[in-house]
């Protein structure tokens, strides 16, 4: 089993910033892609970006590029979205997602554990 636990959700005005992270722990970290996928009240839950093991490949949403930034640190075991420019619509929880395979990918099936999520609130 993975562990994953997010941090750095909260309340935010608009335009604002947020760092998300997401610490895994269990088995190993090597190897798996990381993703990171959000869920709006009501709606499904939807990918947002991902990231291969060794970093060399990104996917990101077209709704957040420009603004959000994926990146992991392998030695930490965490996996970190940064949030710019964020928007009221961007309002949802988000959730962590690790795979065990390494090249990054989109879709919710593709990974095996997921995170509690930490919600994020974007005020207008």
């Known amino acids: 089993q993975v562990q994953l636990v997010e941090s750095g959700g909260g309340l935010v005005q608009f335009g604002g910033s947020l760092r998300l992270s997401c610490a895994a722990s269990?088995?190993?970290?090597?190897?798996?892609?990381m993703g990171w996928f959000r869920q709006a009240p009501g709606k499904e839950r939807d990918f947002v970006a991902s990231?291969?093991?060794?970093?060399?490949?990104?996917y990101y949403a077209d709704f957040v590029k420009g603004r959000f930034t994926i990146s992991r640190d392998n030695a930490k075991n965490t996996v970190y979205l940064q949030m710019d420019n964020l928007k009221p619509e961007d309002t949802a929880i988000y959730y962590c997602?690790?795979?065990?395979?390494?090249?990054?990918?989109?879709?919710?099936?593709?990974?095996?554990?997921w995170g509690q999520g930490t919600q994020v609130t974007v005020s207008s």
């Open positions: 990231i291969g093991w060794m970093s060399y490949s990104t």
């Open positions: 269990g088995r190993t970290f090597s190897g798996r892609a």
């Open positions: 997602a690790a795979a065990d395979r390494g090249g990054a990918r989109r879709l919710e099936s593709d990974y095996n554990y």
